[in-house]
């Protein structure tokens, strides 16, 4: 990942921290997504998406999409 993609990643997972206490099970929002599998924009361009293989994950599909495992990983160091 070159820099300036880490730095949206971090930005975007910063953002997921400060505003979700847990990783959804289920694509989140109402009338302003696109579909059942995609959000409407959440932070910048990114939002929840439903992958082909079913799992969700908060992408902007520019930048690599940050998972629930990289979430709670993430989530876990910034809390010790």
């Not at 820099?3 to 109402?30: K, R």
């Not at 992958?51 to 940050?66: K, Y």
């Amino acid at each position: 990942m070159d820099y300036n993609d880490a730095v949206e990643y971090s930005d975007a997972m910063e953002w997921l921290i400060d505003h979700y206490d847990e990783f959804p099970s289920q694509v989140p929002g109402g009338a302003e997504n696109l579909s059942r599998n995609v959000s409407g924009r959440m932070f910048r361009n990114w939002r929840w998406v439903l992958t082909l293989d079913m799992e969700l994950v908060f992408a902007n599909c520019i930048q690599q999409g940050i998972t629930k495992q990289a979430f709670e990983s993430r989530k876990a160091e910034v809390m010790e």
